[in-house]
């Protein structure tokens, strides 16, 4: 698979891909980066005000913010391609927005529920342990 293809996602793919090619390595590259940061100085958690308590909020620092914004078009890509193999639109993305809730049910839908056994609008099913197999085009 190229960079290409892995950047922006086109068809469906199973679950595992959506783990193990997408969110695991997002999130372990998003982790290094915020202990980097906080390695080179930058606040990480603060609580932005001097009342005690206030809620805690994560400032980061430039290599987090890199790796948000080189990671941002992979990360809808990705799950728009899981959303497709579960039959449904990305406009299911729209649950993202609502705090928490949203995204309990984007990453359920995502990363627990099986998807379609058949072909559906959005191409066939991805075949079975292709993780690294391209992607279908429409």
């Known amino acids: 698979m190229t960079f290409r293809e892995w950047y922006v996602r086109r068809g469906r793919i199973p679950r ?4 193990t ?10 982790v290094l980066a915020a202990a980097a940061d906080t390695a080179f100085g930058y606040p990480g958690l603060s609580t932005g005000a001097t009342d005690p308590e206030s809620f805690y909020t994560w400032t980061g620092g430039p290599l987090s913010t890199v790796i948000a914004l ?7 890509s ?3 391609a899981r959303l497709h193999d579960r039959g449904l639109s990305a ?7 609502l705090p928490l809730f949203g995204w309990i049910v984007v990453f359920v839908l995502n990363g627990f529920l099986r998807g ?3 072909p559906n609008k959005y ?3 991805p075949l079975p342990g292709a993780a690294g197999s391209l992607p279908y085009r429409l």
């Open 21 to 30: 090619q997408y969110t695991l390595p997002i999130l372990t590259l998003s």
């Open 123 to 125: 191409g066939p099913p």
């Open 78 to 80: 990705s799950s728009v």
């Open 116 to 118: 379609l056994a058949g």
């Open 70 to 76: 080189f990671t941002l078009v992979p990360g809808i």
């Open 91 to 97: 406009w299911w993305l729209l649950w993202l927005p």
């Open 16 to 19: 595992r891909t959506w783990w």
